[in-house]
């Protein structure tokens, strides 16, 4: 079972991995032959981030040691981050408060039933960890064997557990690998406001444990925001389709999303009686 590394060895690996993404034409850094190694080597980084190569190499090294949030910045600017990558690097430095380990509350059977009025549009409602916490029957049957997944242990069905280790999954998800990446993207910046939360942590564990793909992937760092899109699903047993998909935040539970799927081809009237359903219970979730 992979242990988690500390936040000093977290902050290393990202900061190496995206090193290695940039070229030095990139930063207009002249060709020097052959490299051994892929990106900008320590020295140029630090160079251009105006920072001591030997802190930087601490910096990716773990150690013990605390930077200014200007340095990281400084770094962020560098290496090209986006904000979602950018707030993950101060996440990990220490420079943005992690948010508190709050014990999750029961939906209201007000909310719960939210899912059921929006049939037939598939509809669930998800935790920060995406344990679905309620759905209607269109959800049941778009993605199946998600809602009965189970351990034995009593524990709610898990979103990210189906599409890395539910073998129908890979066929209701045409584009399952994008699609998987970006949810262990997103896993990965939710876990990172949550480094106390044993949670993230035994659901890392378990993916690790049943998901080469997992294993590999989470090495690579990727961190994404939970945003609204569009999807290609097959429905068992149907053609593929391409979905919209919209989240929202509950009101009083930032950390629980109500998610709605319209197929394409929904009525304009029918989108707007799904969204009337949700907006008295939850406040809209910006695309991002």
Not at 61 to 68: D, K, L, M, V
Not at 73 to 81: D, F, G, I, T
Not at 105 to 128: C, F, K, N, R, S
């Amino acid at each position: 079972m992979p242990k988690q590394p500390d936040r000093r060895q977290e902050l290393g690996a990202f900061l190496r991995s995206r090193r290695e993404r940039v070229t030095p034409d990139e930063v207009g850094l002249p060709g020097t032959g052959r490299r051994r190694t892929p990106g900008l080597r320590r020295e140029e980084l630090a160079l251009l981030a105006g920072i001591s190569a030997t802190w930087y190499t601490y910096l990716e090294q773990g150690r013990e040691i605390r930077a200014s949030e200007q340095v990281f910045e400084s770094l962020a600017s560098v290496l090209r981050l986006n904000r979602h990558e950018r707030g993950h690097l101060l996440q990990l430095a220490g420079h943005a408060p992690p948010a508190e380990v709050e014990a999750s509350e029961p939906l209201t059977p007000e909310v719960a039933a939210v899912p059921l009025l929006l049939q037939p549009h598939p509809a669930y409602i998800i935790d920060g960890t995406y344990d679905v916490l309620s759905h209607n029957q269109a959800a049941d049957q778009l993605f199946p064997n998600l809602i009965a997944e189970t351990d034995g242990a009593g524990r709610p069905p898990n979103f990210v557990r189906w599409v890395f280790l539910e073998p129908a999954a890979r066929d209701v998800l045409v584009d399952w690998e994008p699609e998987a990446r970006g949810l262990l993207a997103r896993l990965r910046t939710l876990a990172g406001r949550h480094p106390t939360d044993p949670r993230y942590t035994r659901l890392i564990e378990e993916l690790h444990e049943g998901s080469p793909e997992a294993r590999d992937w989470w090495a690579q760092y990727e961190v994404q925001p939970r945003h609204s899109g569009r999807k290609r699903l097959r429905h068992p047993g149907r053609e593929a389709v391409d979905y919209a998909y919209t989240a929202f935040h509950l009101a009083e539970q930032p950390e629980q999303t109500l998610v709605i799927y319209l197929a394409d081809g929904t009525e304009p009237a029918e989108r707007t009686r799904a969204s009337a359903a949700a907006a008295p219970m939850v406040t809209v979730h910006s695309s991002e």
